[in-house]
């Protein structure tokens, strides 16, 4: 497993007063549990939501332009 914020080597630490694991990184010491690895899942999967509907807009919008009518300028004064 990579770590998120330097991509450097992450290891199983087993943390006696919690009495769970976690991941911490080698190079720069963050540590993940998994109530951190869920909540960054819904982030994510929140985001994408959004972005997803934020398309779905925008081609609902796409289509109703296309339907409306264009105007021709006039040539003469």
């Known amino acids: 497993m990579t770590c998120r914020r330097c991509q450097g080597r992450m ?12 991941w911490r990184c080698y190079n720069c010491g963050e540590r993940v549990d998994a109530a951190i690895l869920l909540a960054r899942a ?3 999967a929140d985001a994408a939501f959004r972005l997803a ?10 289509v109703w332009l296309a339907r ?3 105007v021709q300028a006039s040539t003469g004064c």
Do not use: C, F, K, M
């Not at 290891?11 to 694991?21: F, K, P, Q």
């Not at 509907?53 to 796409?62: F, L, M």
């Open 11 to 22: 290891i199983r630490e087993h943390v006696y007063r919690r009495g769970a694991w976690w």
């Open 42 to 44: 819904e982030q994510e």
């Open 53 to 62: 509907s934020a398309d779905i807009e925008r081609q609902e919008w796409a």
């Open 68 to 70: 409306l009518p264009t």
